[in-house]
């Protein structure tokens, strides 16, 4: 077995680049997932170690020693960040030159040479679902003998091994949150609308839902909702909670968790019956009597993508929602209890200045707890991405998808609607959500109640002046 280190590489002072990530960007909050996709193969390579660079706060000079213990680093990349990467994946070799290092994520599962040819330093890139490739990459395996592996031959080829097989047993995965205990520091993981510390993880893999937006289904998990078993889950929910003791909340990643609902319901009785506090995505059509279970035992949040507003966008985008739908879901959550985070993207297809006002008004209204207002990013491999190239809404430089400091930028535009409008809404929608008398008196409330609350988010105020204020530098540089 070779000596494996799994690496989310050091980057933008605050970027959250980590798998779990949906945009990988440096947020309006200080903001970090847990690196799950990197653990989930650490789990498989024993003796294995996984260090997450910005959570902890190291930097190139701190990682770079590590090249010398190493025989191969296995790194995770994106759109964003892979420049970056590359610097990083160069730096390592050049301090042992026989290292080998490799790629993976939804980046170089969709474009495999083009990354390979972009970074000589790389020796190959793992594509799809990696998991399994990567064990026998550190296993010592002949390149030409893995599936799912795209590598230079000894001439320099790039060579594409046949795809491999999508898991479909998904619990011959060993727990990640043992990976967790072993290398991570849980409270270096900040979400601003989940209990800290908190612990994220997979209890399935891929989306039944079509967004043309949204990249992980697109690229790597797939459109079949592929899931482990309720005992398994329930079994590392169990060890979790014993491994970290501190933990006041639980959140599953999945793209949505509850594309199953018998499913969630069940995995929902048994986290009751353990008295556990948890949250998850969900889609805004899920029935009420299903909330009411899922409440009953110990459903704190539900993470809902509403998009938009506009019932057009929504058709535009392939949500497979309606608006009436996803409005009554929502005051059912109210009346139960249940909070939201609800995330909204400005700059989808179809999308116009009164849209806009539609979206912001449609959050108003349905006013969940927290909001996360994204611009639309064309990652390749997803269809927006198609028809953004397509339709010549996205311009060359602003295919990175963030600027020099790793913050969103808004890089489509259409003939009736500018880059800078775009940009310029989110401030806008943040404003109008946020200072509002409603909301400002629920906050403050939170926050008397709570000694924790008031620092929390007395903090996240702070940062988030600051964002807006990056904001206004990044314009005006712009």
């Known amino acids: 077995m070779m000596r494996t280190l799994f ?9 959250d680049g980590g798998a779990g990530s949906r945009y990988q ?10 690196p799950t996709w990197l653990a989930q193969p650490a789990a498989l390579v024993p003796g294995s170690r996984l ?7 190291l930097t190139m000079e701190q990682v770079l020693p590590l090249a010398k213990d190493y025989d191969l680093v296995v790194m995770h990349t994106s759109t964003p960040s892979f420049a970056s990467d590359v610097k990083v994946a160069e730096a390592l070799k050049a301090v042992n030159p026989n290292l080998k290092i490799g790629l993976v994520g939804a980046k170089v599962a969709v474009q495999p040479e083009e990354s390979l040819n972009d970074a000589p330093a790389i020796d190959f890139v793992a594509r799809n679902e990696f998991d399994f490739t990567i064990k026998e990459v550190a296993e010592g395996r002949d390149f030409a003998t893995i599936d799912g592996l795209s590598y230079r031959n000894a001439e320099g080829v ?21 990976v967790y205990k072993r290398d991570l520091r849980i409270e270096d993981y900040f979400i601003g609308y989940l209990k800290h510390p908190y612990v994220s993880l997979y209890t399935g893999r891929g989306c039944k839902s079509r ?3 949204c990249l992980w289904p697109q690229t790597v998990g797939g459109h079949r909702y592929r899931t482990r078993s309720v005992e398994h889950v329930v079994r ?8 970290f003791p501190q933990v006041k909340e639980f959140f599953f990643d999945d793209d949505t968790f509850t594309d199953d609902l018998p499913r969630a319901e069940a995995i929902a009785k048994e986290l009751g019956r353990m008295g556990v506090t948890w949250s998850c995505n969900a889609k805004a059509n899920v029935p009420r009597e299903t909330l009411k279970v899922l409440k009953d035992n110990g459903l704190r949040l539900l993470l809902v993508g509403y998009e938009s507003g506009n019932q057009q966008i929504l058709h535009n985008i392939k949500k497979g929602m309606r608006i009436e739908v996803a409005k009554r879901f929502t005051k059912d959550c109210h009346e139960l209890g249940i909070a939201i985070h609800g995330t909204f993207v400005l700059g989808l297809p179809g999308e116009t200045p009164e849209t806009i006002e539609e979206t912001i008004r449609f959050a108003i209204e ?3 707890h927290t909001i996360q207002v994204s611009l639309a990013a064309p990652y390749p491999g997803t269809e927006l991405y198609r028809q953004a190239m397509e339709n010549g809404w996205l311009d060359t430089d602003h295919a990175e998808l963030i600027d020099a400091r790793g913050v969103q930028i808004a890089p489509l535009h259409y003939p009736h609607l500018a880059h800078t409008q775009i940009f310029d809404s989110v401030e806008t929608f943040y404003r109008r959500f946020y200072f509002r008398p409603r909301k400002i008196g629920s906050i403050v409330n939170e926050m008397v109640r709570s000694p924790d609350m008031m620092k929390r988010r007395l903090r996240e105020g702070v940062e988030f002046f600051q964002f807006l204020n990056a904001r206004k530098a990044a314009k005006a540089a712009g």
């Open 366 to 368: 349905t006013n969940p």
């Open 7 to 15: 690496l989310q590489p050091p980057s933008f002072d605050g970027f």
């Open 25 to 34: 960007a440096k947020r309006e909050i200080r903001s970090f997932w847990f």
């Open 158 to 178: 790039v060579v594409h091994r046949p795809e491999r097989a999508m898991l479909e047993n998904m619990d011959d995965l060993p727990f990640v949150t043992e």
């Open 236 to 243: 590392e929910i169990a060890y979790a909670r014993e491994a």
């Open 51 to 57: 260090i997450d660079a910005p959570p902890a706060g």
């Open 211 to 213: 967004c043309t937006f």
